[in-house]
């Protein structure tokens, strides 16, 4: 997993949290994407200029921090016009996902789960700030507050990119080692030379060394490939757990029906692609379980979604742990015999070969 998406996600959290902040204190909503913008942005009147207009002079921004901006600037415009907040945030963050994908690349249906599989780092931030703009059409669609929610959410997303760190670290030592067994080979070369036998041309110039030399490639390639399958397993791929039950949360507190409240959500979740890895729907079973024990459905809901938090955290934790074993497997069974096919069997035969020149 990329490490750039670490700090993306954490750049959405902090916005997560200010507006949370914000809107507690009172302030508009309409106003609070202003006070969010950066102060050059805030005071440029239309905010058409690009987002690196403000950084002549001076670094340019990290991406992270440019494409926050983007999307703060989106958000800011919209809520002025008397748009849709929720939809600007949503367009500008494909937009900026699409940005960063390869040239001539095909981009699937918009799914927030299927962002977070992606595993780079534009699909990461895309699936945030999906999840953050189905909450906030969630909430405005049905007159209930949202700060509650956004702290939840930023607290989530804060998880998230430390699970992703805790991978980070347990790539770390198999990675170290790969690149000091690489190095090897090369050191073995330059000590038969040394040593007086030529095996860097029984390598490159001989049969035997050229069959080597391509086992030796074709097992680094498999190692390669194994690691980046097991780094994909162990990635989060849902982003955003629990998101549905907080949307379910936040349209009963603005006092809708069910139905209604399940019309908005099922709105939402289809509009911008939030998908849960789960095949059953838990909500109907905690408004059953909010029927018969005759208490708020709101509150349930919010504490199944932080259960579900809670789990999803506990496996990621579990999959860093488990990542930082399995990655020596393609260590051992690809990696060290690569370096023995290219590193110490030309030398051996390079000694052969003197020996029985020799006599």
Do not use: K
């Not at 494409?67 to 949503?90: K, M, N, P, Y």
Request: aromatic residues 4%; contains cysteine; charged residues 15%.
């Amino acid at each position: 997993m990329p490490a750039e998406a670490v700090p993306q996600l954490e750049e959405v959290a902090a916005v997560t949290q200010r507006l949370a902040v914000l809107l507690s204190a009172g302030v508009s909503p309409v106003s609070a994407w202003g006070y969010l913008l950066p102060a050059r942005d805030a005071t440029a009147g239309s905010g058409t200029e690009p987002i690196t207009a403000g950084w002549r002079g001076s670094p340019p921004p990290s991406r992270a921090v440019s494409a926050t901006t983007g999307i703060l600037r989106a958000a800011a415009r919209a809520a002025t016009r008397g748009d849709s907040v929720a939809d600007a945030i949503a367009g500008q963050a494909r937009r900026q996902a699409g940005e960063h994908r390869p040239a001539g690349g095909v981009r699937p249906a918009p799914s927030s789960a299927r962002a977070g599989r992606r595993g780079d780092s534009a699909g990461q931030a895309e699936s945030a700030w999906l999840g953050l703009a189905a909450a906030w059409q969630v909430a405005t669609q049905a007159g209930a507050p949202l700060a509650g929610c956004l702290r939840e959410l930023a607290a989530s997303l804060r998880e998230l990119s430390q699970v992703q760190r805790d991978l980070e670290v347990a790539l770390a030592a198999p990675r170290a080692t790969a690149r000091l067994v690489m190095v090897l080979p090369v050191i073995g070369v330059l000590f038969g030379s040394l040593m007086g036998f030529d095996s860097l041309r029984t390598l490159f110039a001989t049969v035997p060394g050229l069959v080597c030399l391509g086992g030796g490639a074709l097992l680094m390639l498999a190692a390669a490939s194994w690691s980046r399958t097991l780094v994909r397993r162990a990635a989060p791929t849902e982003l955003t757990p629990g998101l549905r039950l907080e949307l379910m949360a936040i349209a009963m507190s603005g006092g809708g029906s069910v139905d209604r409240s399940r019309a908005l959500v099922h709105a939402a979740v289809g509009r911008y692609g939030i998908t849960s890895d789960s095949d059953v729907d838990p909500i109907d079973r905690v408004l059953a379980l909010s029927i018969r024990a005759g208490v708020p459905a709101a509150e349930l809901l919010r504490s199944e979604a932080e259960q579900l938090r809670r789990d999803a955290r506990n496996a990621g934790a579990r999959r860093a742990a488990t990542l930082s074993v399995t990655l020596m497997l393609p260590l051992g069974l690809c990696v060290l015999p690569a370096f023995m096919l290219v590193g110490v069997v030309p030398l051996l035969i390079s000694v052969l070969s003197s020996t029985l020149t020799t006599f």
